[in-house]
């Protein structure tokens, strides 16, 4: 008896959606198109689970960040799950702070909102983590120290707060490859 074919009716829409919405746009300074960062950030996602209303997150997690894309678009599009777990994976820019102040507060944030997060909406945002890990582990191999250069916040010990920070609020999903492979990269980067 033949398999029921995967429903990914709702993904294919979410990819197309995103590649819409990051159209013409460069993973900063990479060289590359921005798409392949949240494409990488599904990917990672789906070895932890096959629902594919998270997934559809995953790919869509920085449009509203990153785009003229509104919560009220990925609702109307794609539903309030879908919605509700984009919702948590942005940050809000407060316009009165400098961009280092910023950088801190907004981190701040992220690490206490996913401490208490759900477990589908740390599942989305390790997705996004360890791509940003991967690309500064393979960034530093080639750069070295002045990888940090590329930041508003060029301390190393401030991204390494950060991400031992990300590992902590997601360590719920230490039994998985995505966040193991995070933990480990981590300590790679920052244990130099």
């Known amino acids: 008896m033949p398999n029921k074919p995967l429903d990914t009716a709702l993904l294919d829409r979410a990819i197309i959606f995103a590649v819409k919405a ?8 990479k060289g590359f198109p921005y798409i392949i960062h949240p494409l990488e950030a599904m990917e990672i996602v789906s070895t932890m689970t096959p629902d594919q209303e998270l997934l559809a997150a995953a790919v869509l997690h920085d449009t509203v960040e990153d785009t003229d894309v509104t919560l009220e678009m990925i609702r109307d599009e794609f539903g309030s799950r879908v919605a509700s777990l984009v919702a948590a994976e942005s940050s809000i820019i407060e316009e009165e702070t400098n961009e280092e102040n910023n950088w ?10 996913l401490a208490c997060a759900t477990l589908e909406e740390k599942i989305v945002a390790l997705g996004d983590k360890l791509s940003n890990m991967r690309a500064i582990s393979r960034d530093y191999v080639e750069k070295g120290d002045a990888l940090w250069n590329l930041f508003h916040t060029k301390n190393p010990k401030d991204h390494e707060w950060y991400y031992r920070g990300l590992a902590y609020s997601l360590r719920d999903l230490k039994d998985t490859y995505a966040f193991q492979e995070f933990e480990m990269l981590v300590d790679k980067v920052f244990s130099r």
Do not use: F
């Not at 801190?104 to 909102?113: E, F, G, Q, S």
């Open 104 to 113: 801190y507060a907004r981190k701040k944030l992220t690490l206490d909102r």
């Open 22 to 29: 990051h159209a013409g746009t460069e993973r900063r300074g």
